[in-house]
């Protein structure tokens, strides 16, 4: 087909009402009382359990399934918060597929591992709805600590902070809270307005103050922080886009995935969001995976995921491929982009190499999910003081930066994957750490 | 094929399953729904004397307890003999019988502990073309405070005579039902046979509360917040059934008394491990109240299966071929050396036979080797327990294994002979022997 020729197909409103609720409705519904009793009733709460140590914040898994098969869902959460305060997301978006649930031994011996993350989030939920709060603040310390980004990193290493006396002051560039768990999944892996709970929640313990619209290198330093506070944790996250580069051209219809991933999340009514006829993603990540499911969802009649590599290296696991396609997205592997397509200052089409071969698709947008990169500039002239590794802030092992008195975590340091668990983990144990340096 | 057929007390029926005295076979309508699905028989459920029927409880009779899965381990339960009319229970047996001739009907009886109402209710059944009968001496509750069923076979000499009298009064065999809740089982069961009794059946229910509600602080089953202890069965009081049944067989009073087992039986399995401790038949109750009665399919067609496998032609061909090897501790072969070994291909690698063994036993199966997740038995530290095998989720994964030569453990040469306690030099009662010589 000659791209060129192609008009132009976005718009919004494609489906009927009740399409849209279908489509965006929870990817797993939750489990019921009896279904988690019958799945709690699998695990063989196993020594040393693989999943345990598959998990990046090391939840006792056994213990809290069995406390789930023993009717005690209030003390599994419990079990699930001490470890990881973000449980309830990390249950609906954690790949358990490539974590937890990969290593179960039922795996092993039949194939079918425990719904862990579906019992997981049986036991948060159970707790959140009942308004359960496990966590006192200690005795003041009167300790300050400045918090950048209201990430799961951010509160996550808030939390701690706060259950251990300190006064934490959180920034947040936005005007609202969660970071990626607001701004970055898929709606139908979090509907119901789960992540905004969720931080009520988390903030529910108290001595967290929370300021919005506050942006490191626009509205704060890190200088003035590190001044003004006894330690400062930085959890901004990615704030800048890769490029297609030469392939990339400004053009309408030329979308970057994670902010079109937000704004449908934001959206009041997603059945206003516009969509093109034909869309292609590139890349190769949950974020690629993410944007086509729902593109397609919005009544896209076709969604392509360009994938630059092979199979086997694509970053989204098996399961969240095998998600886009029974949606009806087509995955195509090895597409190196070389050319964005236009017409009018609009995209008409993009253009890839496949082995050599000139391959093009005419589309009426492109979402562009190459992955995000830490905008170094944000440290604002201090960026000198903090070392960097591989365009990220270097960390240690508990997540101290080279500055003093500044710990960094999540996805804007060099270590561990760029998972929501990940970065609740690097949040806590960076509290741990200050908490044992400000030696309260 | 294998012959499933058994004759009892010369009471024939077409396979070895019968129902136990209880609510599946109290009323015609339920027996002939079991016999169409293919049991050998049934034992009517426990007639009293003529006259006012007892009452049950209106509220809950069952309790239970569960195992993964909810699936039903233990039943209890606190429902009394026949509530129905003696006349209207009589009548259908009678029917039952002669639109069945070839299953086994034994009606359950329990009468005051006097001669006349024994004597009574014998004629009266014998009339119905009934097979035999079966004495209920076992029933633990309710009936036990008006000194009847188990307050009866808890008293070797109350058992004794109304056997006899049951005897005396009726041509019809007669089996005893025993109680297990009591010490020694053989002394009722010697009891039964002084008293002419034909064959004993065992074990009636145990003593049992399932649960306590906590919130009401009452016993489960629980009437208007008050329990009472019910007869405990099902599933987990196999293993106590499947003792008291050894004892029986292998004592020499009683040794050669015809049996037939209860207690448990939810497979073709279970009644096999019966049989093969002497049972001439099995007789069921939970598995069907818990599943129907279409399991005595998958009994008759495993039994069927096992010994054609087995080459056993009919249930008399391996009826007691355990029995022999029931013996007493002191008996066992001290020189029969076990380690357990873990089939590594089968071993998911869960781990709960290293902290088993490392929290509660003998530190004997690691949880790494060389920076791996790695379980091995270390034989230098395995006394052979089989408490990895109990424990581990996949069956066959860990097996025992004899050995011979030098134990590992105790660094000395396994004597290829059998030796014992008796012989033991650790034994006192050696020394004391060695000392007086």
Redesign the interface.
């Known amino acids: 087909m000659n791209a060129k020729q192609s008009v132009r197909d976005v718009k919004a409103g494609r489906l009927d009402a009740r399409a849209y609720g279908e489509l965006f409705s929870d990817l797993h519904p939750p489990l019921d009382h009896h279904e988690a009793r019958v799945e709690a009733d699998r695990c063989y709460f196993c020594y040393d359990a693989p999943c345990m140590t598959a998990c990046p914040t090391s939840i006792d898994i056994p213990m809290f399934i069995r406390e789930i098969a023993t009717d005690n869902p209030l003390g599994a959460a419990k079990t699930i918060f001490d470890q990881n305060i973000f449980g309830g997301m990390c249950a609906r978006v954690c790949p358990t597929e490539t974590l937890c649930e990969e290593v179960c031994v039922r795996e092993t011996a039949e194939g079918k591992p425990v719904k862990i993350g579906l019992l997981q989030r049986y036991a948060t939920d159970t707790a959140m709805q009942a308004g359960k709060q496990f966590f006192e603040r200690a005795a003041s310390t009167g300790k300050r600590v400045a918090v950048v980004g209201a990430g799961p990193s951010g509160l996550a290493c808030a939390h701690r902070l706060a259950m251990k006396g300190h006064d934490v002051d959180v920034f947040e560039a936005r005007e609202k809270p969660g970071g990626l768990n607001e701004f970055g999944i898929a709606s139908y892996k979090t509907p119901g307005g789960f992540a905004q709970k969720e931080v009520d929640y988390i903030t529910a313990i108290g001595g967290i103050s929370m300021h919005y619209g506050k942006a490191l290198g626009r509205d704060i330093s890190l200088e003035k922080l590190a001044g003004d506070y006894d330690a400062v944790f930085l959890g901004t996250g990615l704030a800048g886009v890769n490029a297609l580069g030469a392939a990339d051209a400004e053009a309408e219809g030329s979308l970057d995935a994670v902010e079109w991933i937000g704004k449908l999340r934001q959206a009041a009514d997603i059945s206003k969001i516009p969509v093109g006829s034909r869309v292609v993603v590139i890349g190769g990540g949950m974020t690629a995976v993410d944007a086509a499911v729902q593109a397609k969802g919005l009544g896209a009649d076709e969604v392509t995921i360009c994938y630059r590599g092979p199979k086997e290296r694509m970053k989204a696991s098996d399961y969240e491929q095998e998600l886009a396609k029974i949606r009806g997205v087509t995955i195509r592997y090895n597409m190196n982009p070389m050319r964005m397509l236009t017409q009018d200052g609009a995209v008409t089409g993009m253009e890839f190499d496949r082995n050599g071969e000139t391959v093009t698709i005419a589309c009426d947008e492109v979402m562009k999910a190459i992955g995000q990169s830490f905008a170094a500039e944000s440290l604002n002239g201090s960026g000198a003081a903090i070392a960097l590794d591989g365009g990220r802030i270097r960390v240690d092992d508990e997540g101290k930066t080279s500055m003093a008195r500044v710990w960094a975590g999540g996805d804007c340091v060099n270590a561990g994957d760029d998972l929501t668990v990940t970065a609740v983990a690097q949040g806590r144990d960076a509290a741990e750490s200050i908490h044992r340096a400000l030696g309260a | 094929m294998a012959d499933l057929s058994t004759n009892f007390l010369g009471i024939k029926s077409p396979n070895p399953f019968w129902l136990a005295s209880a609510p599946p076979t109290d009323k015609q309508y339920n027996v002939e729904r079991a016999f169409e699905a293919g049991w050998g028989g049934v034992v009517w459920k426990t007639l009293g004397e003529a006259g006012p029927p007892v009452v049950n409880v209106n509220g809950p009779r069952y309790g239970a307890i569960w195992g993964?899965?909810?699936r039903l381990l233990g039943l209890n339960n606190i429902e009394l003999i026949t509530d129905r009319d003696l006349e209207i229970n009589l009548r259908e047996i009678a029917e039952v019988k002669k639109k069945w001739p070839d299953r086994a009907v034994v009606v359950s009886l329990m009468v005051p502990c006097e001669e006349e109402p024994w004597k009574k209710i014998l004629a009266r059944v014998e009339e119905t073309g009934a097979d035999g009968v079966e004495l209920n001496f076992g029933c633990p509750h309710g009936m036990s405070e008006r000194g009847m069923g188990a307050a009866v076979g808890q008293v070797p000499e109350y058992i004794e005579m109304v056997a006899r009298w049951c005897k005396q009064h009726s041509s019809m065999p007669v089996i005893v039902k025993l109680t297990p809740n009591i010490t020694d089982i053989r002394k009722p069961a010697e009891a039964a046979m002084r008293g002419g009794a034909d064959a004993v059946s065992l074990i009636n229910t145990i003593n049992s509360i399932t649960a306590v509600d906590l919130d009401t602080f009452s016993p489960e089953p629980s009437i208007d917040g008050k329990g009472s202890h019910g007869g405990y069965c099902g599933p987990a009081v196999k293993p106590i059934a499947l003792s008291m049944v050894s004892e029986i067989a292998r004592y020499p009073e009683t040794k050669g008394l015809p049996i037939s087992g209860i207690g448990g039986v939810t497979t073709w399995r279970d009644a096999a491990e019966f049989i093969a401790l002497g049972c001439g038949t099995v007789q069921v109750c939970t598995a069907a109240m818990t599943y129907g009665f279409k399991i005595v399919q998958e009994m008759i067609a495993g039994l069927e299966n096992y010994m054609d496998e087995k080459g056993f032609a009919t249930i008399e061909d391996f009826r007691g071929m355990a029995v022999p090897n029931v013996t007493d501790w002191q008996y066992l072969n001290l020189n029969y050396v076990t380690k357990a070994k873990i089939n590594q291909e089968a071993c998911?690698?869960?781990?709960?036979c290293?902290?088993a063994c490392e929290d509660t036993s003998h530190q004997a199966i690691t949880?790494m080797v060389d920076g791996q997740?790695h379980f091995e038995v270390i034989e230098e530290e395995c006394v052979g327990c089989n408490l990895c095998v109990n424990v581990c989720?996949?069956e066959d994964c860990i097996t025992m294994e004899p050995i011979s030569g030098v134990d590992p453990r105790t660094k000395k040469p396994i004597d290829p002979d059998y030796a014992n306690w008796t012989t033991h030099p650790n034994n006192p009662a050696v020394w004391s022997k060695q000392a007086a010589e």
Do not use: E, K, M, N
């Open positions: 993964a899965d909810r998911i690698q869960c781990g709960r290293h902290i949880s997740r989720p996949v």
